[in-house]
């Protein structure tokens, strides 16, 4: 198998080494790049657009409030930071709805070296930084200072709806 992956990449490179190229080539979105009769795309990771993923749930916060929360995280994928927006509706505390935004910080390994730990800090400090861990449903857990989850209950969760 190796040899005959080996033999394709040798065969690209001299396809693309053959063709003869009269000016620059023009670069275009997404890393295509065409040359007088070729196109082919450049591998650079950093062109990746970021996405967002939406979580919704019930979720412990501050004291033993509970609260409806819907959570967007935009990053290019869920093991490298990103911004946050997050809604939060305090059911039971007569609280308004609170609105935030900041960095969501993507921490691995911190107290298991495969859990995926996603901390939201505050762009205008209007809430303490927020932990949660995801859960092999893909959905998440808000955390304690110690990594612990804040309740045993398993209806407290936020579900990856996109």
Same mark, same amino acid.
């Given at each position: 198998m190796k040899r005959f992956l080996l033999f394709i990449v040798a065969a690209a490179t001299l396809t693309f080494s053959a063709c003869e190229s009269k000016g620059k080539p023009a670069p275009l979105p997404n890393g295509m790049v065409i040359e007088e009769d070729s196109i082919y795309f450049v591998n650079d990771s950093t062109m990746a657009d970021a996405q967002t993923f939406i979580f919704e749930g019930t979720s412990p916060m501050d004291g033993n409030a509970i609260a409806d929360v819907i959570l967007a995280v935009s990053t290019v994928n869920l093991n490298s930071d990103g911004t946050?927006?997050?809604?939060? %509706?305090?059911?039971?505390?007569? +609280?308004?709805?609170?609105?935030? @935004?900041?960095?969501?910080?993507? $921490?691995?390994?911190?107290? %298991?070296?495969?859990?995926?730990? +996603?901390?939201?800090?505050?762009? @205008?400090?209007?809430?303490?930084? $927020?932990?949660?861990?995801?859960?092999?449903d893909s959905s998440l857990v808000k955390v304690d200072s110690v990594g612990k989850p804040a309740s045993n209950n398993p209806n407290h969760k936020l579900n990856l709806i996109k």
């Open positions: 946050y927006t997050i809604t939060t %509706d305090y059911v039971d505390e007569g +609280i308004a709805t609170q609105n935030d @935004n900041g960095d969501a910080l993507i $921490l691995v390994g911190m107290n %298991d070296s495969t859990a995926t730990i +996603i901390e939201l800090v505050s762009a @205008n400090n209007a809430m303490q930084p $927020l932990t949660f861990i995801m859960m092999e």
